[in-house]
C-alpha cells in the first residue's frame, strides 16, 4: 500500500472513531448517574486540554482545594476520578478493592514499549496471582531476606567507601548500589566496574519507563486510536520513540535473565530469585511468568534511588535531625563498628527517619491508577465500568490535617509521645491501597528495598557529616524541584559529604575487608 493510500485510510479511521466516541457519549451523557465536580472541559475532547503536563499531583491538589476530595474528568471518553483523600481512598481502593483492583490499558509504555510484563501494568487475574505467589515466596517474608543481609550490608560499606572516596559521585554511587544489590538478589550477578553494561542497560530502561508513564506523556494514551498511526506518518515522531525504547525494554528482560540461565546450565549459578524459581521441569509458560518477575522486580528496585538521594537532601537541609540521628547511633551502636541490618529494631529514630523520607518526597506521587471492573457507588456519586482512578498520595502525605507541618521534615512525628498518637504511617499511602497494594510493595515498599534504605540511612549517618557545601566562602543552596514522570527524582544537587572521624576511615575498610 502506498503511503498516500494508507494516509486515507487512516483519515477515514480516525474519523469513523470520533464518530463513534460522539454518537457513544451523546447515549452515555443520558445514561449517565451522577458524578463528582470537576473542570468543566470543552465540547467533544472533555477535559483532555485541563491536564497538567507535568507534576500533575500539584495541580490536582489545587482542584481539590476547589472542588472537593473526589475530583471528576472526562478524557475523550475516559472517565477519569482523582482522589486527593486518605480517607477516601481508603473507603474506595480498600474496603471495595474487588471492584477497584483492575489496571487500565497503557497504549504507549504497555503495548508499543512491552511493559506490559510489569505486574504493576497487568490485568487483574490468573497471570497476575501467579506472579503475586512468586513475589510472596520469595521478598514477601521477612525469613526469606535474612539471609540477603550480609550481602546487602557488604554493598552497603563499599557504598560508603566509595562515597568517601569520591563524594562529588553520590548520584552514580546511588544508582550502582541499588543496581549491585538488586542484580546480585534477583539474577546472581556481580557488578563489575565503573561502566557495567548491564547496569546502563537497565538504568536506560527504568529512565524511559518514568518518562513515558508520567500523565499527558503521549497523546496516544488519551487516544488509543493513534497507535495505528504507522510510525511513518508526519508527526508519528512519538511512535519512532516508543519503538526505539521497545528494544531497551527487551534488554531489560533478557540480558540479565540469560545470565542467569546461562550460569544454571555451567553449575556456576550463584543463589538468586531466578535460581530459587526456575528447575529443569519449568515449561515456557513457567519460565516466562519467572522471566518477567524478575524484570518487575529489578526495574521496581530502582525507585529507591529517589528514596535514598532524598535523604542526603534532607540531612543537608535539616541539620537538626541528622546530629540527632547520628547521636542515637553513637548511643545505641558506639563508634566500634558500623550499624548492620540487626541494629534495626534498636534504632527507632532511624525508623522514623525513613519514614518521614518516605513521606516528606513520595517516590511515585501518584502512585499508579486503578481501573473498576464494574459500576459503584459511592454517596451520591455513581461510578461507571472502566472509570479509571487517581490517587494523589502526594497530597495525601502532604495534608495538613493528618501531618503538621508538612512541608517540614521531622522523623519525631512518627515517634510515640506521651499524651499524644504518632501521626499516620506514610506506608499506609505511600505503598497504594486495595488489592494493587502488593504492587507497589514489590516496587518501594518490599522488605528488601526497606532494608536497603534503612542500611544507606545508617551507615551514611555513622560515617558522614552532611552538609551544604560552600563555595567562595558562599553556602549554595540546593534546589528543591523534584522531577516530573510516574518516579519522581530530586533535580541534581551539589553535597559536601566529609568523614566524621579518622577511626570511622579505619572502620570502612575493615568493615568492608
Known amino acids: 500500500m502506498s503511503h498516500s493510500m494508507a494516509a486515507e485510510t487512516l483519515a477515514d479511521a480516525l474519523a469513523l472513531g470520533l464518530l463513534v466516541y460522539v454518537l457513544r457519549r451523546a447515549f452515555t451523557d443520558r445514561h449517565e448517574g451522577d458524578h463528582p465536580p470537576g473542570p468543566t472541559g470543552w465540547p467533544i475532547i472533555d477535559n483532555v486540554f485541563d491536564m497538567p503536563t507535568s507534576h500533575g499531583w500539584r495541580t490536582f491538589a489545587q482542584w481539590g482545594e476547589k472542588w472537593g476530595d473526589i475530583v471528576f474528568l472526562n478524557l475523550f471518553g475516559t472517565r477519569t476520578v482523582i482522589l486527593n483523600s486518605f480517607d477516601v481512598a481508603n473507603e474506595m481502593l480498600d474496603n471495595k478493592s474487588a471492584v477497584y483492583s483492575d489496571r487500565p490499558v497503557f497504549p504507549v509504555c504497555g503495548e508499543i514499549m512491552g511493559w506490559n510484563f510489569v505486574v504493576a501494568f497487568q490485568q487483574y487475574g490468573p497471570h497476575w496471582r501467579e506472579m503475586r505467589r512468586l513475589f510472596s515466596q520469595t521478598v514477601g517474608t521477612h525469613k526469606s531476606l535474612v539471609k540477603l543481609a550480609p550481602n546487602l550490608e557488604h554493598l552497603a560499606y563499599d557504598f560508603i567507601r566509595r562515597v568517601a572516596a569520591n563524594p562529588a559521585s553520590l548520584t552514580y554511587e546511588v544508582h550502582r548500589f541499588t543496581a549491585a544489590s538488586s542484580l546480585k538478589f534477583i539474577y546472581g550477578y556481580t557488578v563489575n566496574g565503573e561502566d557495567d553494561e548491564l547496569v546502563k542497560i537497565v538504568e536506560t530502561a527504568v529512565e524511559e519507563f518514568a518518562i513515558a508513564t508520567a500523565p499527558g506523556a503521549f497523546l496516544a494514551d488519551i487516544f488509543p486510536i493513534l497507535t495505528y498511526v504507522p510510525a511513518w506518518f508526519p508527526g508519528a515522531q512519538w511512535k519512532r520513540t516508543a519503538q526505539a525504547w521497545e528494544k531497551h525494554t527487551e534488554m531489560l528482560c533478557s540480558v540479565p535473565y540469560d545470565f542467569a540461565k546461562a550460569q544454571m546450565s555451567a553449575g556456576t549459578a550463584m543463589p538468586s530469585f531466578v535460581t530459587l524459581n526456575l528447575d529443569d521441569s519449568a515449561d515456557l509458560k513457567r519460565e516466562a511468568l519467572i522471566k518477567d518477575a524478575a524484570a518487575s522486580l529489578y526495574a521496581g528496585a530502582f525507585l529507591t534511588v529517589s528514596a535514598m538521594r532524598s535523604f542526603f537532601l534532607a540531612m543537608m537541609c535539616y541539620p537538626e535531625v541528622q546530629k540527632k540521628a547520628q547521636a542515637e547511633i553513637d548511643r545505641i551502636i558506639g563508634s566500634g563498628r558500623l550499624p548492620s541490618v540487626i541494629d534495626r529494631d534498636q534504632l527507632p529514630y532511624i525508623r522514623a527517619l ?96 526497606e532494608m536497603s534504605l534503612f542500611l544507606i540511612c545508617a551507615v551514611s549517618l555513622a560515617a558522614f557529616e552532611i552538609s551544604k557545601p560552600v563555595v567562595d566562602g558562599r553556602v549554595v543552596e540546593p534546589s528543591m524541584e523534584y522531577t516530573n514522570g510516574t518516579i519522581s527524582h530530586p533535580f541534581e544537587f551539589q553535597c559536601s559529604i566529609k568523614l566524621r572521624s579518622s577511626k570511622v576511615e579505619a572502620l570502612l575498610f575493615v568493615a568492608y575487608d
Open 354 to 449: 525513613c519514614s518521614e523520607v518516605l513521606r516528606w518526597q513520595p517516590v511515585a506521587p501518584l502512585g499508579m491508577p486503578h481501573r473498576l471492573s464494574q459500576d459503584d457507588v459511592h454517596g451520591s456519586y455513581v461510578f461507571r465500568k472502566g472509570t479509571v482512578v487517581l490517587t494523589n498520595i502526594w497530597k495525601m502525605l502532604h495534608d495538613p490535617e493528618r501531618y503538621s507541618r508538612p512541608e517540614h521534615f521531622d522523623p519525631d512525628r512518627f515517634i510515640p509521645k506521651e499524651g499524644s498518637e504518632p501521626e499516620t504511617d506514610p506506608r499506609q499511602m505511600a505503598f497504594g491501597f486495595g488489592r494493587r497494594l502488593s504492587d507497589t510493595i514489590i516496587y518501594l515498599g518490599s522488605q528488601l528495598a
